[in-house]
């Protein structure tokens, strides 16, 4: 495994997005819990995906007491079903009715654009420790999101470097889902693939709920050193086993973003998934004393080995207590708790090292396996 410090990297690709905006919220009295809503998949074809996020978020909090700077923490969870739409209507039930002090959670690239707007207008902290919606921490920063897992292009800017200087690959084929998390983590990659010498020959887009690959796989060309891929969950097991299917397996090698062969898609796949290479943020396969005491930890809560997504909102549930902490509990004070989620900086979160730019990006490892 290859360990390589990742810094700010430059926008890649453009999205517009609207979504629809209620009134700003009345702040909630000081004294009672300090709610925190969590927005996750609970149901679904990703509810695997938010059960290991609901999952890591409890870990962390249980482990704490649910308590913090002696105030009480109450964890709101809303189920979004993997639907923008419906993100967006119980994010605004969280912040209206509710009355959260921090919002956080969601899964799609999508749906962080779509819910940038409202976390500005009402100016509520908010934290997106999965949604990696690339332009909130580059071209269009946001105020008041705060990202705590990663952005699309991060860790790819450093694996199509890597592909090009040290596996030697020239020509290569992109293949991943076709929206805003598809579109940013193959940009990423070709911007410093083609800068180190490398050509992309050909891009290929799948929809979103795609169930059988097999009429994309085909177009993908011979003449190609390798194929990058770029998918997550059910698409993810369904491409790599019809990959092998269509006889490309161990004649054009695959490459892929992290969650093509993450944990939470990897004990059920075969051996099908030997040989890929990926880059990403959090393998549970790391050594260092923080993620051997949190992966035994949520194998024994959940009965298997952490995804990157429970250690993202495990790290997430943390980022945000530490935050609570430096303002000794006055989570009322809104432009204090954002200064405050801007300035942690810690050295033993299971990922390792993760600090936080101007952009309010995550500046951490990229493991390559």
Known sequence: MTRIHVRTLAAVLSVALAASLAAPRTAP??????????????????????????????????????????????????????????????????????????????????????????????????????????DLTQRKPAKWVVRT???????????????AKTLKYRKIVTIGLDYAFGWESVGGFQRTFEESGGQIIQKIWTPLNT??????????????????????????LQFVKQYETAGLKGRVPLLGNGTTTDESVLPQMGDEA???????HYSAALDNPANQKFARAFEAKAGKIPSYYAETCYTNARWIVEAVKAVGGRVEDREALLTALRRVELKDFPRGPVGIDRWGNPVQNIYIR
């Open 29 to 134: 009295a000081q004294g009672g819990p300090i709610k925190i809503g969590l927005l996750a998949p609970l149901t679904g074809a990703a509810a695997a995906l938010g059960k290991d996020m609901l999952n890591g978020t409890e870990l962390y909090l249980d482990g704490i007491g649910s308590q913090v700077s002696g105030r009480k923490i109450e964890l709101i969870v809303e189920d979004t079903e993997g639907n923008t739409a419906t993100a967006l209507t119980k994010a605004r039930k969280l912040v209206e009715q509710d009355q959260v002090h921090v919002l956080t959670g969601g899964l799609l690239a999508s749906t962080g654009y779509a819910l940038h707007p409202l976390a500005e207008a009402q100016r509520i902290p908010t934290t997106y420790p999965v949604m990696s919606s690339d």
């Open 149 to 163: 897992g990663w952005n699309s292009s991060q860790s790819m800017h450093v694996f199509g470097d890597w592909v």
């Open 211 to 236: 169930n059988d690959f097999a009429p994309f796989v085909t177009q993908i060309k011979r003449e190609a050193d390798a194929v990058f891929a770029v998918f997550f969950g059910r698409a993810a």
């Open 274 to 280: 030997l040989g890929i290479m990926t880059a990403l």
